[in-house]
C-alpha cells in the first residue's frame, strides 16, 4: 500500500505561482509512474499531469508552458509547479501514484491522495 499527501495548495492572485508537493510513503519502492489530476466543481477528475520513474513527462496539451512536474526520488516526493495561474486553473488538485512501467498515458493509478484546494483569484 502507497499513502500520498499533498501540499501547498492555497489561495493565489491570477499570475502567480504555486507549487504542489505530494509525499509518498509505504510501499515507496513499488512506485513508478505518479500524476495529478484536477477536479472541478460537480465534475469529473481531469488528468493535468504526469512523470515516470525514468523522468519522462507527460503534461496536459491545454496547460503546456504554465505547468511542470518533477520528483525528488530520496524524499519520495512529487512536485506540480504552475505559473501564470488563471481562475479556470481553480481546483482541487489530486496526486496518484502507480507501479505501472508502461507508457504514461495508459496509466490507470491505484493510489491516491486526498486533495489540495488551489484557488486562484481574479
Known amino acids: 500500500q502507497v499513502y500520498l499527501e499533498e501540499s501547498g495548495g492555497g489561495l493565489v492572485q491570477a499570475g502567480g505561482s504555486l507549487r504542489l508537493s505530494c509525499v509518498a510513503s509505504?510501499?515507496?519502492?513499488?512506485?513508478?509512474?505518479m500524476a495529478w489530476y484536477r477536479q472541478f466543481p460537480g465534475k469529473e477528475r481531469l488528468f493535468v499531469a504526469a512523470?515516470?520513474?525514468?523522468?519522462?513527462?507527460r503534461i496536459a496539451a491545454s496547460l503546456k508552458g504554465r505547468f511542470t512536474v518533477s520528483r525528488d526520488n530520496e524524499k519520495n516526493t512529487f512536485y506540480l509547479q504552475m505559473s501564470n495561474l488563471k481562475p479556470e486553473d481553480t481546483a482541487v488538485y489530486y496526486c496518484?501514484?502507480?507501479?505501472?512501467?508502461?507508457?504514461?498515458?495508459?496509466?490507470?493509478?491505484?493510489?491516491w491522495g486526498l486533495g489540495t484546494q488551489v484557488t486562484v483569484s481574479s
Open positions: 512523470i515516470g520513474s525514468g523522468n519522462t513527462t
Open positions: 496518484a501514484a502507480d507501479p505501472y512501467t508502461g507508457p504514461l498515458k495508459d496509466v490507470q493509478y491505484d493510489w
Open positions: 509505504g510501499n515507496v519502492f513499488s512506485i513508478r509512474a
